[in-house]
């Protein structure tokens, strides 16, 4: 089973909107989140990252953690083209000395003007 | 801005042969990591070392070694590649350890197609 699993598959918002992504992991020990965000033809980049349960903002980006459920989610507000990408969650066991960290499937952004 | 270098950036492979991947970091990171990118897969770990002279397996190890000869250099190697290995890989490091928020740096990507 996948550990870290996002949703939706893809996403279409209009610039200025929202746009908002989920994330669930299914093991209780991977309670260190991240999003990246990976722009056609290049690597993937770290966005932030959430520990605590709550809100975390950082500019356009909000980011909510429930540990309770083991569920993430990212918010974008004011979407600009230049947003348009494949969106990671990914998730560290917070047990483990590896910092390996463990990614879902991503989520397709697409901003229309 | 932490730097991760892959070389070659595209490379065409025949079945059968040998394909060397190689990453180089410049900041001093302890940890590094291989990954495969494909479409309905997301990013998977293939291997990853704690240090030089260290590797160990990721969840996709099947198929491929690593070798991690000095800190700033780790490589991926296909002795005998397949078609199903075609695919984009990422090299990345990262500090690691407990205690750590463990973001990881990820090199542009490597495209390999085995024909």
């Known amino acids: 089973q996948q550990k870290v699993q996002q949703s939706p598959e893809s996403l279409s918002v209009p610039e200025g909107g929202m746009a908002s992504f989920n994330c669930t992991s299914s093991?209780?020990?991977?309670?260190y989140f991240w999003w990246y965000r990976q722009h056609s033809g290049e690597g993937p980049k770290a966005l932030m990252?959430?520990?605590?349960?709550g809100d975390k903002k950082e500019g356009r980006f909000t980011a909510h953690l429930n540990k309770a459920s083991l569920h993430v989610s990212l918010h974008i507000r004011d979407s600009q083209p230049s947003d348009s990408a494949l969106y990671f969650c990914a998730a560290r066991n917070t047990g483990a000395n590896t910092g390996k960290l463990t990614f879902g499937h991503g989520t397709i952004l697409r901003v229309h003007p | 801005e932490a730097a991760v270098t892959q070389s070659p950036r595209n490379k065409v492979a025949v079945t059968g042969g040998k394909v060397t991947l190689s990453c180089n970091q410049t900041n001093n990171h302890n940890n590094m990591y291989w990954y495969r990118q494909d479409t309905g897969h997301g990013l998977r770990l293939i291997h990853y070392s704690y240090g030089a002279g260290s590797t160990e397996k990721g969840d996709i190890p099947d198929g491929y070694k690593a070798s991690r000869p000095s800190q700033e250099n780790f490589s991926l190697i296909l002795e005998l590649a397949t078609p199903s290995q075609t695919s984009v890989y990422f090299c990345?490091?990262?500090?690691?350890?407990?205690?750590?928020?463990?973001?990881?740096?990820f090199g542009e990507g490597s495209k390999l197609t085995v024909l």
């Open positions: 990345a490091s990262g500090d690691g350890g407990l205690g750590v928020t463990g973001q990881l740096y």
């Open positions: 093991d209780r020990n991977f309670q």
């Open positions: 990252s959430i520990f605590s349960d």
